[in-house]
């Protein structure tokens, strides 16, 4: 899966910040050319590198997907693989519960 491009369709739909249905209750996406910045300033490759964050919750959880396209949410500050957790099945799944407020 290419998030790059999966996040970019979520911004040109009108994805760009708003509430969630679910835990975290609100989210961020982060721009396409954001992404490999904040991954390395993350340090996913460190401490969850079978994750790839693509966005937040404008606090302390990050929105990441795994190779299976699954999205999770991984706390910022703590950051381990075992505190990731599954909220859908996928970035188009997740749409359902998305709002867009801003």
């Given amino acids: 899966m ?7 369709e979520l911004i040109n ?3 760009v910040e708003g509430e969630l249905e679910i835990d975290p209750l ?3 996406i982060w721009k396409p050319e954001e992404i ?5 300033e993350y340090q996913f ?3 969850a590198p079978e ?12 929105l990441a997907v795994n190779a299976k396209g699954e999205v999770f949410t ?9 505190y990731a957790d599954k909220i859908a099945d996928s970035i188009d ?7 867009k407020n801003i």
Wanted: no cysteine.
């Fill in 45 to 47: 490759s460190e401490y």
């Fill in 51 to 62: 994750f790839t964050g693509f966005g937040d919750s404008g606090s302390n959880e990050i």
């Fill in 13 to 15: 739909e009108g994805y």
């Fill in 93 to 99: 799944d997740l749409k359902q519960y998305m709002k």
């Fill in 74 to 82: 991984i706390p910022s500050i703590g950051m381990e693989s075992q």
């Fill in 36 to 40: 490999d910045q904040f991954n390395k």
């Fill in 26 to 28: 609100w989210y961020i």
């Fill in 2 to 8: 290419d998030i790059k491009q999966k996040v970019k």
